[in-house]
């Protein structure tokens, strides 16, 4: 998902550690091996193998973060077809973000880190009981917020945040149109939308169009209704900005939909998930469409959002902007603006399992992996 980078970032080291630097040891973790989810080609989820070591040793400037939570995002379901845009070589360790304690530190890492939780960003990696990061890519998570709650806001909130603060920056009073307004970018996007005084036109089924409403979200039936039309009904001077994962058609009547001096924002091409042929050509063809309406003299603006953008540009500044958002998203989960949906907690064990409920569309929230001793199986069935 958001993804349009040339070239993925490195995966974060999950194997056995080389590194030289000194380490600090803390009792956080109570397992003592390494075991990592591993995709090893296009499989049906039930072909996830796994792999097992020693847990490994930080480098300097590393940690080595014990998980408690990480998740199954759309970014996962397409790895598995081999359709994401820009996704390494089989055979990998799958998991776009994760969340846990820190086990241990290697030589430059300021000491206080030890112990304490923090979440990340890492494309690939997070389906490990271990996971070794730079220190600089770790987000410390306040006080008070669980592990699974964190693991919610981490991708989905830095892309939802980013979009809408940093590309759409509509005025308070507009009017946004979010496609899968219910899904997990989705969700949380409506709720800091609403929490910065804007009115939200959200897509999805009709089975989700009460939850929706309690947020505030005036809903569109995209199965029964002609959503260009509907949303024209409710917006007739157009909306002011559109959130778009889907890609495709869609892409375009987004674009059509803006009001002068709106902003269209791609973030995915989900409706060609699974297509066959080339995973680079949907993505390409949108940025083709946005270059070429960005110069039409309208006043509208089109982007494609990827959440990796300026981190071959500047380290230090990719990871500053992110730290702040992220930190801006947490502050809003502990002011009630944004709620955590979890849809179900299920091992890292069962990774197939958790890799199947999240693709059916069953269920409401996000899918959490868990270590083996924090697991829970509750599913919360979609309304």
Known sequence: MNSAENSAPQAPTTGTGTGTGTSTSTSTSTSTRLVEVVLPGVVEPEGLQFRHGEVPTPGAGQIVVRMEATGVSFAEQQMRRGRYYDQPPFPFVPGYDLVGRVLTAGKGVTPGLVGR???????????????????????????????????TLVVNGITAWQMLHRKARVRPGGTILVHGANGGVGTVLVQLA??????????????????LREMGVTPVDYRA???????????????????DHLGGRSVVDSWNLLAPG???????????????????????????????WNALPNGRHAYFFNVWEGRALGKDRFR???????????????????????????PLTRAAEAL????????????????????????????
């Open 262 to 292: 709106g902003t269209l924002v791609s973030y995915g091409s989900a409706t060609t998930r699974d297509d066959s042929g080339s995973k680079q050509l949907p993505v390409l063809k949108i940025l083709g469409r946005v270059w070429l």
């Open 194 to 211: 609403r929490a910065a005084d804007l009115r939200v036109i959200g897509t999805a089924s009709a089975r989700h169009h009460e939850a």
């Open 225 to 243: 209704e002609d959503v260009p039309a509907r949303v024209r009904e409710l917006a007739p001077g157009g909306v002011d900005a559109v959130f």
């Open 117 to 151: 939780r923090v979440a990340s960003l890492v494309k690939v990696g997070g389906w490990a009981s271990h996971v070794v990061l730079d220190a600089a890519d770790a987000v410390e998570v306040p006080d008070g917020i669980g592990a699974a709650e964190a693991e």
């Open 320 to 346: 500053a902007r992110l730290n702040a958002d992220l930190t801006q998203v947490f502050e809003s989960f502990r002011r009630g603006e944004v709620t955590a949906r979890i849809a179900a907690r299920l």
């Open 356 to 383: 199947r409920l999240a693709e059916s569309g069953t269920v409401a929230g996000k899918i959490v992996l868990v270590p083996e001793d924090g697991a829970g199986t509750t599913a919360t069935p979609a309304p």
